[in-house]
């Protein structure tokens, strides 16, 4: 696990090295145990690296003869081919798996990231064209922001990091306030800050004295195709994937954690007890009044359960929302954030199954994205979080312009079917930026490499490649994944676990409803939107379109409290909200 950020002055003149060394301790979290900054012809780099393997394998930034400069946060995962392949025609001098992103630019120039087999986010300066190229890896895993005026073009690896300085201003953009609010979070290459920007998955910038001039993607499901595996077919393909998928990364030398915080992750811990054995520790949060039976059903080498109660859950909240680069209305972060600061001193590896939920077509919304269209079938809701709310602003109208065009622009995939554009428009737009982002950037500060074996192309590829009748079968959604977890363990019962965490969270919410909506509705950023009793209503009333709403407002305003106003942390959200700087 690496951080990474940059300075390109647009003059060409050399970039301060004040800024690069407040960039470098604004990155300390992502990396302790190694860092550099390098300079020349008007770009400073810097790296900030966790060490997974010696530190005598190299250093960053690295530079080469031919005038190529780097820093990486990267897993390449087919090192050991390049490496083969150049080895008669490169003369490599380090270990650093980065390193055979030099000979691959120099055969394939900017599109070397179509050979590149992993999780990244790359920037790779070339001073004999003298351009910055700045990439990402298609499944979104590894971030990557930036920002730019008329004197510099910086980016680094979180928002957190381009907010601590001067020049960028903490300006919260319109429409992805909107979009924030409505769909959960922003859509594009906008963020929430009007002045910063992302990287989108896949997406290569070639940038010279501080201007874009050339921007191409490589998108996670472009050679998706329908499956038409049978269900018990699909028994054997998915774990056989899975295997796949375990079996390509290095074997770890030291213990590994798993979260058993979802169904899916389940299946991916009984596969890495299998392949790791003893180096494999499972941990999940006991909530309170969740059953311990399901410790006497699984059975993995270790597996530990941590009690989780109320007041551990609105101590811990602040802390999330400090954490995150956008508001996240995700309360069960908070149970993320609570396991990980529990395990940080023993491991280093986290293991997750996150993004099942998108690949199984285990949402509610996909049943109407499998009708036939004229059965009210389509491909994404038609109304935001709180469009379901009555009186809503009408400041919030007109957010979804740009997840129109994104859905617009999959139409023309007619291989796909309405579920599978739906399962992509999904990944692409929102679980990316809301799910991946929040859960990397949580682990990320407790000094964990999180790992998410179910986006390797070969498992997506076996999830989202199943028949739509097996994913969603007599209104059952994600029935072919389920089925697949009763086959593997029969007296387990998995299908109720996200609800049964998510109804205490909400009983949580709703019983400090009262203290919570008066807080957040004498937010100044909350009462520029919404009135007073709009906010009562939303933490009052108990359906769940409500109580989305809340826990939106919420997680919004501890967010703006934390970013916006500066405002550090306490352990305790009741105060956090209403803590003045």
């Given at each position: 696990?690496?951080?990474?950020?940059?300075v390109?002055?647009v003059?060409?003149?050399?970039?301060?090295e004040?800024?690069?060394?407040?960039?470098?301790?604004?990155?300390?979290?992502?990396?302790?145990?190694?860092?550099g900054?390098t300079?020349?012809?008007?770009l400073?780099l810097?790296?900030?690296?966790?060490?997974?393997?010696?530190?005598?394998?190299?250093?960053?930034?690295?530079?080469?003869?031919?005038k190529?400069?780097?820093?990486?946060?990267?897993?390449l995962?087919?090192?050991?081919?390049?490496?083969?392949?150049?080895?008669?025609?490169?003369?490599?001098?380090t270990?650093?798996?980065?390193e055979?992103?030099?000979?691959?630019y120099?055969?394939?120039g900017?599109?070397?990231?179509?050979?590149l087999?992993g999780?990244?986010?790359?920037?790779?300066?070339?001073?004999?064209?003298?351009e910055?190229?700045?990439?990402?890896?298609?499944?979104?895993?590894?971030p990557?922001?930036?920002?730019?005026?008329?004197?510099?073009?910086?980016?680094a690896?979180?928002?957190?990091?381009?907010?601590?300085?001067?020049?960028?201003?903490?300006?919260?953009?319109r429409?992805?306030?909107?979009?924030?609010?409505?769909?959960?979070?922003t859509?594009g290459?906008k963020?929430?800050?009007?002045?910063i920007?992302?990287?989108?998955?896949?997406?290569?910038?070639?940038?010279?004295?501080?201007?874009?001039?050339k921007?191409?993607q490589?998108r996670?499901?472009d050679?998706?195709?329908p499956n038409?595996?049978?269900?018990?077919?699909?028994?054997e393909e998915?774990?056989?994937a899975?295997?796949?998928?375990?079996?390509?990364?290095?074997?770890?030398?030291?213990?590994?954690?798993?979260?058993?915080?979802?169904p899916?992750?389940?299946?991916?811990?009984?596969?890495?007890?299998?392949?790791y054995?003893?180096?494999?520790?499972?941990f999940?949060?006991?909530?309170d009044?969740e059953?311990?039976?399901r410790?006497?059903?699984f059975?993995?080498?270790?597996l530990t359960?941590?009690a989780?109660?109320?007041?551990?859950?609105?101590?811990?909240?602040?802390f999330?929302?400090?954490?995150?680069?956008d508001?996240?209305?995700?309360?069960?972060?908070?149970?993320?954030y609570?396991?990980?600061?529990?395990?940080?001193?023993d491991?280093t590896?986290?293991?997750s199954?996150?993004?099942?939920?998108?690949?199984?077509?285990?949402?509610?919304?996909?049943?109407v994205a499998?009708?036939?269209?004229l059965?009210?079938?389509?491909?994404?809701?038609?109304?935001?979080?709180?469009?379901?709310?009555?009186?809503?602003?009408?400041?919030l109208?007109?957010?979804?312009?740009?997840i129109?065009?994104?859905?617009?622009e999959?139409?023309?995939?007619?291989?796909?079917s309405r579920?599978?554009?739906?399962?992509?428009?999904e990944?692409?737009?929102r679980?990316?930026?809301q799910?991946?982002?929040s859960?990397?950037?949580?682990?990320?500060c407790?000094?964990?490499e999180a790992?998410?074996?179910?986006?390797?192309?070969?498992?997506?590829?076996a999830?989202?490649g199943?028949?739509?009748?097996l994913?969603?079968?007599?209104g059952?959604i994600?029935?072919?994944?389920?089925e697949?977890?009763?086959?593997k363990?029969?007296?387990?019962?998995?299908?109720?676990?996200?609800h049964?965490?998510?109804?205490?969270?909400?009983q949580?919410?709703?019983n400090?409803?009262?203290?919570l909506?008066a807080l957040?509705?004498?937010q100044e950023?909350?009462?520029a939107i919404?009135?007073?009793?709009?906010?009562?209503?939303?933490?009052?009333?108990?359906?769940?379109n409500?109580t989305?709403?809340?826990?939106?407002?919420?997680?919004?305003?501890?967010?703006?409290q934390a970013h916006?106003?500066?405002?550090?942390?306490?352990p305790?959200?009741?105060?956090?909200?209403s803590?003045?700087?």
């Amino acid at each position: 696990m690496s951080g990474i950020a940059g300075v390109l002055t647009v003059d060409g003149s050399e970039p301060p090295e004040d800024l690069l060394h407040t960039l470098s301790a604004m990155l300390l979290r992502r990396g302790k145990d190694d860092q550099g900054i390098t300079i020349q012809n008007g770009l400073g780099l810097v790296h900030r690296r966790l060490s997974l393997a010696p530190l005598e394998a190299g250093h960053q930034p690295l530079c080469n003869e031919s005038k190529l400069t780097l820093v990486a946060d990267c897993r390449l995962l087919n090192t050991q081919s390049l490496r083969e392949r150049f080895a008669a025609s490169y003369g490599f001098s380090t270990n650093l798996e980065s390193e055979t992103i030099f000979p691959l630019y120099e055969k394939y120039g900017a599109e070397f990231t179509h050979h590149l087999f992993g999780m990244y986010a790359i920037a790779l300066y070339d001073g004999h064209a003298d351009e910055l190229i700045l990439t990402r890896d298609p499944a979104g895993i590894k971030p990557l922001y930036y920002f730019s005026d008329n004197d510099y073009f910086i980016f680094a690896s979180e928002i957190k990091v381009l907010l601590s300085l001067e020049r960028v201003r903490p300006d919260i953009d319109r429409q992805g306030r909107k979009e924030s609010l409505q769909y959960g979070t922003t859509v594009g290459e906008k963020t929430i800050i009007h002045d910063i920007k992302t990287v989108l998955p896949g997406e290569t910038l070639i940038i010279q004295k501080g201007k874009i001039l050339k921007v191409f993607q490589d998108r996670p499901f472009d050679d998706l195709k329908p499956n038409k595996l049978s269900l018990k077919n699909s028994f054997e393909e998915v774990p056989a994937a899975l295997c796949e998928a375990l079996a390509d990364l290095d074997e770890p030398k030291q213990n590994v954690a798993c979260s058993l915080e979802r169904p899916g992750d389940y299946l991916l811990a009984d596969t890495l007890d299998k392949c790791y054995g003893e180096r494999t520790h499972c941990f999940s949060l006991l909530l309170d009044g969740e059953s311990e039976d399901r410790k006497h059903h699984f059975k993995v080498t270790h597996l530990t359960e941590i009690a989780f109660n109320e007041h551990d859950f609105w101590r811990t909240l602040p802390f999330v929302a400090a954490t995150l680069d956008d508001p996240c209305n995700i309360p069960e972060r908070a149970l993320t954030y609570y396991l990980a600061k529990q395990l940080k001193t023993d491991y280093t590896l986290l293991f997750s199954a996150l993004g099942t939920k998108v690949l199984n077509a285990d949402i509610p919304f996909f049943k109407v994205a499998k009708r036939f269209k004229l059965l009210g079938g389509r491909a994404l809701p038609r109304r935001g979080i709180f469009q379901y709310i009555r009186d809503t602003p009408l400041f919030l109208n007109n957010w979804s312009g740009d997840i129109n065009k994104a859905k617009l622009e999959l139409e023309k995939h007619n291989e796909l079917s309405r579920l599978q554009k739906s399962q992509v428009l999904e990944y692409e737009n929102r679980f990316v930026t809301q799910n991946l982002a929040s859960f990397e950037r949580i682990t990320t500060c407790h000094g964990f490499e999180a790992r998410f074996p179910f986006l390797d192309p070969k498992v997506r590829y076996a999830l989202m490649g199943l028949n739509d009748s097996l994913k969603i079968h007599h209104g059952q959604i994600g029935f072919a994944f389920y089925e697949l977890l009763r086959h593997k363990f029969p007296t387990l019962d998995l299908s109720s676990l996200c609800h049964f965490k998510r109804a205490k969270l909400n009983q949580w919410l709703r019983n400090k409803a009262s203290r919570l909506s008066a807080l957040v509705a004498h937010q100044e950023e909350v009462e520029a939107i919404f009135s007073r009793d709009f906010v009562r209503d939303a933490f009052s009333c108990k359906d769940d379109n409500h109580t989305q709403a809340a826990w939106t407002l919420l997680m919004y305003a501890l967010w703006h409290q934390a970013h916006i106003k500066g405002i550090k942390p306490i352990p305790d959200t009741l105060s956090f909200l209403s803590a003045k700087n």
